[in-house]
């Protein structure tokens, strides 16, 4: 399993503990890993298990959900590129309202901006690490924070890749929107947010 790989799918995970439907002590095989996508995934098994019929997403998403227990090696998971498209079958399929499928991709599309900007000082930083030879260990690395500190270091350029991460994903509405009305765009934001948390929280 390469390093990089790992570091990339645990980006945003926030282990606050297991989730256990017991009260004795957990079982650490039935344990899912809380992140970014575990109170999404919550909200969307309500959707499928209501639905009269089976979403067209439906399958594509449990897919998506695979191998999130403690226990489940880290690279198992579904990538962010992958929870990228099911969220896009989602948002067009409009079993959810407007503003919840247009917070899922995104949301997603900002996570994977970050996840892409991030893998790429990651690569420069190898190549300090190899031209320090034997003094690499006393470089850092930080790239994550570097990526994510670019939106309000340099809004201008991080919206550039943001832009370009919707059109390659065939999202040019969302795009258009983001680039002619800006005020919009975050009202259907922070809406989707609302939806997947209800309670008050910065956005």
Sequence with gaps: MKPEKIVRLTRYLKR?????????LPDLDKAIIMDRY???????RKVVNAAKTRPSWADAWQHSTRDRRLTDPVDAQASPEERLAVFQMIKAS?????AAGFYLVADQADFLTDCDLA???????RRIEESLGEY???????????????????????????????????EEEMAKLYILDRERFWE????????FYPKARPV
């Design 38 to 44: 575990e109170p999404i995934d919550v909200d969307l």
């Design 119 to 125: 893998d790429k000082k990651a690569e420069d930083d």
């Design 188 to 195: 259907l934001f922070k809406e989707g947010d609302r939806f």
């Design 16 to 24: 606050r503990g297991p989730v256990y439907p017991f009260d004795d």
């Design 136 to 170: 690499a260990q006393l470089y850092e690395s930080r790239a994550w924070e570097e990526a994510c500190a670019l939106c309000k270091k340099k809004p201008a350029e991080w919206d550039r890749l943001y832009l370009g991460l919707l059109l390659k994903r065939g």
């Design 94 to 98: 409009g079993d959810l309202p407007e």
